[in-house]
Each structure stands twice: as C-alpha cells, then as structure tokens.
C-alpha cells in the first residue's frame, strides 16, 4: 500500500511506497540496504518546507524519531544534535547552556538537517548561512557506511554543509555557538526613495537589516535586529520587542504560499530590486505578496548560494491558491541578468548547465556527490537535471 504524502506548500506530492521512521543508524543502514536490493530511490524529509521536487514516490525517509542534543561542549561553545531536531526545538536548552545560534533564518519549523542542505540563512551582511554554522556532520552514505565529517575532511565537509541530500543521509550536526544574547526587534515603514537613501547605513549600524517591499501600497516593512544587553523581555515602544535571540529573530507563517529566492552580488542587490518591482508593476500589478530582500555574507562552502561572494538575496512570493509559475518564470529571467544563484530550497528552472557557470567548484561537487553515491539512490528526476545526469 502507499502512502500520500506533500510538502509544505502542497506543491510537491507523492505516492511513496514507503515512509519510513528510523529510531537508530543502524535502522537508516538496514533500509539503504533493501532500497538498493530493490533499485529504489531514497530521499530524505526534514520539514518540507522546501517547495522543489525533492522527494520520490520510492521510499521516503523522515528523521522524526531522530530528535534532541547528543552533547553539549559549553568550553567550544559547540553542541551536537541528532539530524531530525527542528530548529524550534534547539533554542531553549541550548540556552540552558548558555549558548545560541549566531543567526537563523525567517521562521523555525525547519529540521536542522533540512536547513543546513538547503543553505538556509536570515540577514545580515556579516552572518553567513546556518550550513557555516556546521563544524560537524554525522552521515550515512548510500552503501551504509558511517562519515563522520569536520573541518579536517577538507572538500567532503565543504560540500556536505549544503548538499540537498545527495552525498548522505545526515544523522547528527555538530553546530558552532555564540554565548546566549538577547535581541532588540525594530519595525517601522517607509518608501523606496527613504529605503534607498538608507540602507547603506542600515546594513552598517545594525547586525541584521531588511524590509519587505508591498506592491500594493509601493511601500517597504523595514525591520532592524540587534543584540541588547538589557535582559527584560518586554516590549519597549510601539513596533518594538526585545527578547532572547530564538523569539525574536524568527517569525511565524501562517497563510501558505509558494517562493521563489536568488543570491546576487552585493553591489547588484538593488538594481536587481529596482529591476523586479517595475517588472511586477508593468506585467504582474495582480500580485499582492511581498518581496523580500536581505543581505548575507560569503562563505566558502562548495555550492553555497554566498560561496565566495557577499550577496543580496531577493524573494518573491505568490498564494498557493494563485498560479506562480509564469510570474516566478519572469523573475527568474530578471536573476539571470544578475547572475543570480538559486535558493536550492525555493522554485528554479536552474539546471547543470546554467548552474556550472555560476559555481566555480561545481563540477567538482558533482564529481564527490558520484563517489559518494556511484548508484544514485539519493538521486530523481529532478536533480537529476540539476546534475547533468541523463
Ligand atoms: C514558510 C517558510 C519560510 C522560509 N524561510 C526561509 C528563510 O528565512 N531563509 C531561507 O534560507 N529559507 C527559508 N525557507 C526555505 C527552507 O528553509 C528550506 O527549504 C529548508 O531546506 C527547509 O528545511 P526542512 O527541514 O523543511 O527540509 P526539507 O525541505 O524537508 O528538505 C530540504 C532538503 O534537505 C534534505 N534533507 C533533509 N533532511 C536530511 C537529512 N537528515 N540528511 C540528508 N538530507 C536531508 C532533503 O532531502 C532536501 O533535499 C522557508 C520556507 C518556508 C516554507
């Protein structure tokens, strides 16, 4: 019998022949086995809020029986979580410890381990991505042999940090730590004009910056975040807050919607804004959801959407009750101009050849990723396409 089963949108739906809930290593070993015997397909569940083809009607796998903290290392500021914890549920006992993530992204649904391989990050031009957070990463390759991964491993780590689950199946993520702070939330609105004149300052003063610009009213939410010292969690005037970093950063989603998201160069970061707001005015004026602009800092990890390059990330939204495709279709060509870099989480029509022109160590991810699974199984249709693999 199969099971129905979709993502979060309710755009990617499957019948999978299998979902399977693994409790130990050694019960993901026994199911990689019989997926091989049987020449299925394996891909991985985090959360599922990714909105591209990731899954496969073989045999899905959730790590949902895979949650909580093997350790806590309070002298590296480090700790170890098993791959299934979702990000909401890592904030208070790491705070117990005296310990925080440097930076987490919009909201906390997402499991750590489905983050990670995405590249998912929040804002700020000197915070990079949640991957960079990564000093180490348990995983099970499709062969059923344990890796354990750290700094030390060189282009393997490099890569696994955002890997869309292609090289393993990740069992436990060892995160780098800051001592715990609290947050100071700033939210107030203003035009294109005031947020052009701005935001250089804005990106300069504050730890984090960004603001979602509203096609209907042509405005922009702005909102700066930043560590406070004062430890009263209260709200300290109208469209403030102040509270410990995991209240405050994320947010909460509750209307379902699809998203479209690239990196671009910096210093292109609001041409290419300038660019996709007339081109929604002149051909999409229907549209009333949000775009979303925040800045990120490079990192050096192998496919990383900020791989050597400090970016802009821009992202466009419509209602899942609404048609996106020719709208994200027309945004997406606006990115090409920019050599935007997809979100590996969030609708593109990238594939391997557009792709290796704009990742300098792409074609040597590729050729890990057919080392460490030479078979496939952690491979469909649709990375298939993002590999070059027929
Ligand atoms: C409402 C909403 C808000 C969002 N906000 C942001 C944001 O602020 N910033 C941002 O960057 N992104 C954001 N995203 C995108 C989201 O963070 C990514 O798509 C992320 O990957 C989802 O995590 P997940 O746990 O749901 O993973 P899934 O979507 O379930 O999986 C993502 C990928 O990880 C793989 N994977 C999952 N678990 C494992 C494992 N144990 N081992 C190996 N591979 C695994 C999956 O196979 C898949 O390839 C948002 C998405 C939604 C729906």
């Given amino acids: 019998m199969t099971i129905q089963w979709q993502n979060w949108s309710g755009s990617q739906v499957h019948q999978a022949q299998k979902l399977a809930l693994p409790e130990t290593e050694v019960d993901i070993v026994n199911l990689l086995s019989k997926a091989a015997s049987e020449g299925r397909s394996v891909r991985t569940i985090g959360s599922a809020h990714s909105f ?76 990079s991505n949640i991957s960079s957070q990564v000093v180490g990463l348990k995983m099970i390759t499709a062969a059923g042999q344990v890796q354990t991964l750290t700094e030390s491993d060189g282009e393997l780590f490099k890569a696994a940090q955002v890997s869309m689950g292609t090289l393993g199946l990740i069992t436990e993520v060892t995160l780098q730590l800051v001592p715990r702070y609290f947050m100071h939330e700033k939210n107030w609105h ?108 490079a990192d050096d990890l192998m496919i990383s959407s900020a791989s050597g390059r400090k970016s802009v990330t821009i992202s466009a939204h419509q209602g899942t009750n609404y048609p996106h495709e020719a709208f994200f279709q027309a945004v997406e060509t606006v990115f090409r101009r920019y050599d935007g870099r997809p979100h590996w989480g969030k609708v593109h029509t990238h594939r391997h050849e557009d792709l290796s022109r704009l990742y300098p160590d792409w074609e040597r991810f590729r050729q890990l990723r057919s080392k460490q699974d030479p078979d496939g199984r952690f491979l469909n249709t649709f990375l298939n396409g993002i590999f070059g693999i027929s």
């Fill in 190 to 297: 203003a035009s294109v004009a005031e947020c052009e004149e701005q935001r250089e300052e804005l990106v300069s003063n504050n730890r984090h910056w960004e603001f979602f610009w509203d096609p209907h009213s042509d405005g922009c939410a702005m909102k700066t975040l930043n560590m406070t010292d004062q430890e009263v969690e209260a709200s300290p005037a109208e469209g403030e807050e102040i509270g410990r970093n995991y209240t405050i950063i994320p947010s909460t989603r509750d209307n379902k919607f699809n998203e479209i998201e690239f990196s671009v160069p910096y210093d292109a970061g609001w041409e290419c804004f300038l660019e996709i707001r007339e081109m929604m005015r002149q051909q999409y004026p229907e549209v009333r959801w949000p775009v979303e602009y925040r800045t990120l800092a």
């Fill in 52 to 127: 591209v083809p990731f899954w496969t009607d073989d045999y899905l796998v959730s790590l949902d029986n895979m949650k909580g903290f093997v350790n806590f290392n309070q002298a590296n500021l480090q700790a170890t979580a098993k791959a299934g914890t979702k990000l909401h549920e890592l904030g208070e006992p790491l705070w117990n410890e005296g310990m925080s993530m440097r930076n987490m992204g919009d909201i906390d649904r997402q499991s750590i381990a489905g983050a990670i391989s995405t590249g998912t990050h929040g804002t700020g031009v000197t915070l």
